[in-house]
């Protein structure tokens, strides 16, 4: 998960990524390397390991190329959540040492998933687009998540589909995933619950912390990311 904006939702995209896999019950390895906020290791059910990439702004070349070699050697899915402080070093280390092409050697594939957010963030959340479709190459596979949290997600009057940072992208954008706004009286405010408390949908589904209602919401919420995500996760 790579995109150089803060608090626009990379650590929730990563969360669902995680969470499908957990709940079609595909193997998956869950790692937290955002060095300021480490959301998605602070969620127990996702069992993400936090691991320490980027020290004072920089990459730590030594633990990079450890954690590159681990990664080798697994045979499930790994997803990585990286935090706004770490975009640059992190893009730059995955470039210059080609670990897309290191990785697609190995079998395996490096999938870039990156997010553009509606409101006052959509000119910076397209920039981080941009950026990772001229430096990263073909060999890594783009998912582009829009996010609706901030507003609808577009500029000025012209839908993210119109805009040129799409139709640029839109070649090497492999799939997309839509997070809609939801409503903060209901389907919003059970879903800030939710992860205010840190749980998982399956968690919260099977528990008894909500009430059938509410539950209902959650489980559709659900249901609407996974429809998604099925077409992204093989």
């Known amino acids: 998960m790579l995109q150089g904006k803060g ?31 480490a959301s ?62 290191l990785l697609d050697a190995a079998g395996r594939e490096l999938v870039i998933h990156t997010i553009v957010t509606g409101g006052g963030s959509f000119m910076d959340t397209a920039r981080g687009l ?29 839908a993210f589909e119109d805009t040129p940072v799409y139709r640029n992208a839109k070649p090497r954008i492999s799939a997309m995933v839509h997070l809609k706004r939801q409503n903060p009286q209901s389907f919003g405010a059970n879903l800030a619950t939710l992860l205010e408390r840190k749980q998982t949908f399956d968690e919260a589904l099977n528990g008894t912390e909500f009430n059938t209602v509410e539950r209902q919401r959650l489980a559709m919420i659900q249901r609407e990311v996974f429809e998604q995500l099925a077409h992204v996760v093989s």
Not at 19 to 36: L, R
């Open 7 to 37: 608090g626009i939702g990379k650590s929730l995209a990563a969360s669902y990524l995680v969470q499908y896999h957990q709940h079609i019950g595909k193997p998956v390895k869950a790692f937290d390397a955002d060095p300021v906020n």
């Open 40 to 101: 998605l290791a602070a969620m127990p059910g996702l069992r993400a390991q936090q691991v320490a990439l980027v020290v004072d702004d920089a990459i730590d070349v030594k633990a990079a190329d450890q954690f590159i070699e681990m990664l080798l050697t697994y045979d499930e899915d790994v997803v990585i959540d990286s935090g706004a402080a770490s975009f640059l070093p992190l893009s730059s280390y995955l470039i210059d040492t080609e670990i897309a092409g």
């Open 130 to 158: 941009e950026a990772v479709v001229e430096d990263f190459p073909a060999t890594a596979t783009l998912v582009v998540w829009t996010n609706e949290y901030f507003g609808p997600v577009r500029f000025e009057d012209v």
